[in-house]
């Protein structure tokens, strides 16, 4: 049974990349519908397209299945981020029954206005200093090549399998820390007197719902390494999601790297 919601929000999806959990995204793509879907930038990582051609067949999958909810009416609002700030200078247009936007604001059932943005723009390394976030990005991938491993592990020998070691790091390393910190405060201070009630974005990679001195500070996450998504409800009532595969495919010694195509 698939769950229905007025809204859903997914960003930092990274196809195009070996980061990416494309069999996870499916799964959740397959078992949750909405009246409007929002990509919230990093949808397809044209940073690590640059250096080495990764498309592998779930990678299609996904653009299949978004196309197939456009199709059938679903409004997809696709917001560019850092890694795809290519597809910006294409604002306004409509591919696929795919509308880009820069931005969006959001009127939640409730009457609450949210603006909905990737959020590379508060983030003053992404903004002024893009190879020092390009060389930041070269350790991230480094850190998520390892977790790769780990996670088949974990599940080989019995254990929880959906460990993150660089969301682990993030939360051990101060610098890190604050630099989340930092970013959440540069968003909520910069945009609190616009006459919304909070923000909705990604890029960091940590998903949150926090009400900051009144204003609501949401962050989508990602489907690189925690697999989250923000839901709207039809009383207007905002969630995080964390998805756990319900259609799980066979993973075993001998076949370690099994694709799932499900659409």
Not at 223 to 245: M, P, Y
Not at 248 to 258: A, F, G, H, M, R
Request: proline fraction near 2%; charge should be negative; charged fraction near 25%.
């Amino acid at each position: 049974m698939n769950n229905t919601y007025r809204t859903i929000w997914i960003s930092d999806l990274h196809l195009g990349s070996t980061q990416c959990q494309a069999d996870v995204l499916l799964d959740f793509l397959k078992h949750n519908e909405s009246e409007k879907l929002y990509l919230v930038g990093d949808i397809i990582d044209f940073w690590a397209l640059s250096k080495k051609i990764y498309w592998p067949i779930d990678h299609n999958t996904v653009i299949q299945k978004v196309l197939r909810k456009a199709r059938h009416g679903t409004h997809v609002i696709y917001i560019p981020g850092n890694h795809d700030e290519n597809v910006r200078q294409y604002a306004d247009y409509v591919f696929g029954d795919i509308v880009v936007k820069t931005s969006d604001i959001h009127v939640s059932a409730s009457g609450k206005k949210f603006l909905v943005i990737h959020g590379d723009e508060y983030d003053t390394i992404a903004k002024y200093h893009k190879w020092i976030a390009k060389l930041g990005n070269e350790g991230y991938d480094f850190l998520i090549w390892i977790n790769h491993i780990l996670r088949k592990i974990r599940f080989l020998i019995g254990m929880q399998s959906n460990f993150s070691l660089s969301a682990y790091v993030k939360y051990k390393v101060k610098n890190v820390v604050q630099f989340i910190s930092d970013y959440e405060e540069s968003i909520v201070s910069t945009l609190k007197d616009r006459e919304l009630d909070g923000v909705i974005c990604g890029h960091i990679h940590h998903a949150e719902i926090k009400d900051m001195n009144g204003f609501l500070y949401i962050n989508t996450g990602d489907f690189v390494e925690s697999c989250t998504a923000i839901v709207e409800h039809f009383n207007g009532d905002l969630e995080l999601v964390t998805w756990q595969q319900k259609d799980l495919p066979l993973i075993t010694k001998e076949n370690p790297d099994v694709d799932i195509t499900t659409t």
